[in-house]
């Protein structure tokens, strides 16, 4: 078992209480809820889970978290994370993703909505739980979510998520559902650009700019102002080949409400042929932007968007099992779902090796030394201090100490817990 320094004082929880509470939270409360995000970066996909891990690494646990009433049993988390507001949650979280994102600045931030298949309850006529989330592709941890409400779609989810963010020099990617004039509008309001999908949900518009591209690619773009950009990538079976055209807007002539799209000026087209070992498939996509006419640029910001599937909802659904969970009780199935995407964002910071994420969270839940070092990965304000300290091998003992205390007390600060004294 790894050694611990217990610090001389405990975790404080602010901002964080259960619906209804106004008291400030105890200490036990504060247990359950890091076990929690330690569970679940180990692999947690519920209640019992968490329980399990907890018991599991009690003797650790219990160096730096009041556990003289034992272990709390699953359905202790069951209900108090049914009961704690989902933003107030949130909030905690986000203060470290901006620590991170302002250390690396502007980048591509892709948004799309992802559904909790089994977070339905038909008995109490509850439809399953639909999440939109944004992505941070240079980091590659996500920067916030919003509850998509009944009766409702994407389109009134993505206003709300955006104006919590703070976008400011970044490229926001947002598949044909977002394609609004409003949302459009509200990016370059705030400082960003967009680059949107253009679909059928704007029939009209979509339809010039497809006849449009047609005859400019029969025509080879004969005599029209352009950029183009082509790439070939091979990898994993497949062999795909991607080529980017941009039109200035000022080039396309009459279209359908233009005027209508802040900051609107080139118009995409992107032709993709992926070759598998049984089958080709082809795909012609077009886009809005407000970037400049620079193919290689709107390429890279196209292919980033694909980042938030293959690098988030992937990884939630093979590795922690997302869409098989049957939480559904109160805020539980909201809350699990931030802690699954905060675990996914830790663990990426790790980079000593290049194991697979399922990896990383099978070696975080065996070895608490592996769990202290994704989050002495992740937490950059506190990691120099301690990879100090570790390169003195006449002082291991010391090391491991500060090490712990270091981790301990800088994933407090990054939770809005108080620092330790």
Not at 311 to 337: C, M, P, Y
Not at 340 to 361: F, I
């Amino acid at each position: 078992m790894p050694k611990a320094f217990k610090p001389n004082g405990y975790l404080n929880f602010r901002s964080l209480k259960t619906h209804g509470s106004q008291k400030e939270p105890n200490i036990f409360f504060l247990s359950i809820v890091l076990i929690a995000i330690l569970a679940t970066i180990g692999g947690a996909s519920g209640w019992e889970d968490i329980e399990l891990y907890a018991q599991s690494h009690q003797a650790w646990l219990g160096t730096f978290l009041d556990l003289k009433h034992g272990i709390p049993h699953a359905d202790t988390y069951r209900r108090v994370f049914a009961l704690i507001p989902p933003d107030a949650l949130q909030d905690c979280f986000l203060g470290w993703v901006k620590q991170i994102v302002e250390a690396t600045g502007a980048q591509v931030i892709p948004i799309d909505g992802k559904m909790l298949k089994g977070s339905y309850d038909r008995g109490a006529r509850q439809s399953a739980l639909h999440m939109v989330s944004a992505w941070a592709s240079e980091n590659r941890l996500m920067l916030g979510q919003v509850k998509v409400e009944s009766k409702t779609n994407e389109i009134k989810a993505i206003p709300a998520l955006l104006k919590f963010l703070d976008i400011t020099g970044c490229i926001i990617t947002i598949d044909a559902m977002g394609t609004q004039t409003e949302i459009a509008g509200q990016i370059v309001d705030k400082g960003a650009d967009y680059v949107l999908g253009l679909k059928a949900n704007h029939p009209t518009l979509a339809n010039q700019v497809r006849v449009w591209f047609e005859q400019a690619h029969q025509n080879r773009f004969e005599g029209i102002e352009h950029r183009y950009d082509g790439r070939f990538e091979a990898g994993h079976h497949r062999r795909e080949t991607r080529k980017v055209w941009a039109v200035p807007l000022s080039v396309m002539g009459d279209l359908s409400q233009i005027a209508r799209w802040a900051g609107l000026k080139p118009i995409v087209m992107v032709s993709r042929v992926r070759r598998l070992w049984n089958k080709t498939t082809r795909e012609v996509m077009f886009y809005l932007s407000s970037l400049p006419c620079d193919a290689v640029l709107l390429g890279r910001a196209i292919r980033a968007h694909w980042e938030i599937e293959n690098q988030l909802h992937w990884v939630l659904d093979v590795t922690f099992r997302e869409d098989t969970s049957r939480i559904r009780k109160g805020h539980g199935a909201e809350n699990f779902s931030l802690l699954r995407r905060m675990a996914v964002g830790l663990l990426n910071q790790e980079n000593s090796s290049k194991r697979s994420l399922r990896q990383k969270t099978k070696r975080a839940a065996m070895s608490p030394d592996y769990m202290l070092d994704v989050l002495m990965a992740a937490l950059i304000p506190w990691q120099f201090l301690g990879h100090f300290f570790l390169r003195l091998p006449c002082f291991n003992e010391m090391c491991q100490a500060v090490r712990n205390w270091t981790v301990l007390r800088a994933l407090s600060i990054a939770l809005n817990f108080v620092a330790f004294p």
